[in-house]
Nanobody, 130 residues
C-alpha cells in the first residue's frame, strides 16, 4: 500500500510564507509526476502545481504562478511546495498526489486533473488570515 503524508500546513498572515512537504512510503512505485491540489470549503478540488519526475518540468495554476514553487527530491521520493506572498484566497486543505507508472495505459506527462493521479495524501490545512 502506498502512503503519501503531507506536512507543513498551518496558520499564517497574509503576505507570509509556508512550505509544504510530502513524502511517499509503503509499497514502492515508479513516479511519473507528483502534484499539489487544494480544496476550500464548498469548492471543488483544484490543481495547484505539478512536477514531472524525469524531466523536472513544472506546471502551475495561474492563480499561484510566481508565488508558489514546486520541487522534488528523487532520492527521497518526496515533493515540496514553497508558498510565498500568501493571501486569504489560498486558504484550503492542500493535498499531495502521485501519478505512478503502470497504473494508467496512457498517462498525461503534465497531469492537472485529479483523476490523472493514482495516490493521494490525507491533506494538510493552510489558513491565511487577512
Amino acid at each position: 500500500q502506498v502512503q503519501l503524508r503531507e506536512s507543513g500546513g498551518g496558520l499564517v498572515q497574509a503576505g507570509g510564507s509556508l512550505r509544504l512537504s510530502c513524502a511517499a512510503s509503503g509499497r514502492t512505485f515508479s513516479t511519473l509526476s507528483m502534484g499539489w491540489f487544494r480544496q476550500a470549503p464548498g469548492k471543488e478540488r483544484e490543481f495547484v502545481a505539478s512536477i514531472n519526475w524525469s524531466s523536472g518540468n513544472t506546471y502551475y495554476a495561474s492563480s499561484v504562478r510566481g508565488r508558489f514553487t514546486i520541487s522534488r527530491d528523487n532520492a527521497k521520493n518526496s515533493v515540496s511546495l514553497q508558498m510565498n506572498n500568501l493571501n486569504p484566497d489560498d486558504t484550503a486543505v492542500y493535498y499531495c498526489a502521485a501519478q505512478a507508472l503502470g497504473v494508467k495505459a496512457f498517462p498525461n506527462a503534465a497531469p492537472t486533473a485529479p483523476n490523472e493521479y493514482d495516490y493521494w495524501g490525507q491533506g494538510t490545512q493552510v489558513t491565511v488570515s487577512s
